[in-house]
T-cell receptor, first 113, second 116 residues
Framework: QKEVEQNSGPLSVPEGAIASLNCTYS??????FFWYRQYSGKSPELIMS????GDKEDGRFTAQLNKASQYVSLLIRDSQPSDSATYLCAVNRVRNQGGKLIFGQGTELSVKP | GAVVSQHPSWVICKSGTSVKIECRSL??????MFWYRQFPKQSLMLMATSNEGSKATYEQGVEKDKFLINHASLTLSTLTVTSAHPEDSSFYIC????????????FGPGTRLTVL
């Protein structure tokens, strides 16, 4: 079992729809959770971070964390073609020293006009 | 978000030469930085953890004598690819850790290395 798992996609949604990206993690003591967006040929960009159970909203993005189910998700409302990218889920395990992140394999999102 | 720069953004070199890549955190101090490599259509691969004032920690399978890391200040880490070969051609990306903010990592724009 991979430490951080995501569906690789591609996930295709029409413009204006809600895109839902999911991620599960195996280490129960994980404490910090991050979503990065990576456009083709570019480096990852941090778009959301979440540390406690519940929802966290920032503009069109909402991150959801459920530690009991070891599940974190990212919702993108009013999806735009410019949201088309690979979304990386990353987890910081408390046992790790120095803040090393464990990444999922990424979900490719395609928003069709 | 925080700003991390990398220089150069791309480099082409001959086989056997050495290439140095700089990573700078511009608006915060980073005692820890990370170096990643990414091949086309593949996932990020962590190469090493760079700690200010101490030796870098390398991931399994990464040759420390080939990929030299120096973290001389709280805002600068360098990666030197020594005696580069075509198989070292890749996208090298650094990140800086903002420890005081839940260990958020901010990535530089990356350096595309092509070894002829």
């Amino acid at each position: 079992q991979k430490e951080v798992e995501q569906n690789s996609g591609p996930l295709s949604v029409p413009e204006g729809a809600i895109a839902s990206l999911n991620c599960t993690y195996s280490d129960r003591v994980s404490q910090s959770f991050f979503w990065y967006r990576q456009y083709s040929g570019k480096s990852p960009e941090l778009i959301m971070s979440i540390y406690s159970n519940g929802d966290k909203e920032d503009g069109r993005f909402t991150a959801q964390l459920n530690k009991a189910s070891q599940y974190v998700s990212l919702l993108i409302r009013d999806s735009q073609p410019s949201d088309s990218a690979t979304y990386l889920c990353a987890v910081n395990r408390v046992r790790n020293q120095g803040g090393k992140l464990i990444f999922g394999q990424g979900t490719e999102l395609s928003v069709k006009p | 978000g925080a700003v991390v720069s990398q220089h150069p953004s791309w480099v082409i070199c001959k086989s056997g030469t050495s290439v140095k890549i700089e990573c700078r955190s511009l608006d915060f101090q980073a005692t820890t930085m990370f170096w990643y490599r990414q091949f086309p259509k593949q996932s990020l691969m962590l190469m090493a953890t760079s700690n200010e004032g101490s030796k870098a920690t390398y991931e399994q399978g990464v040759e420390k004598d080939k990929f030299l890391i120096n973290h001389a200040s709280l805002t600068l880490s360098t990666l030197t690819v020594t005696s580069a070969h075509p198989e070292d051609s890749s996208f090298y990306i650094c990140s800086a850790l903002r420890a005081e903010h839940h260990n958020e990592q901010f990535f530089g724009p990356g350096t595309r290395l092509t070894v002829l």
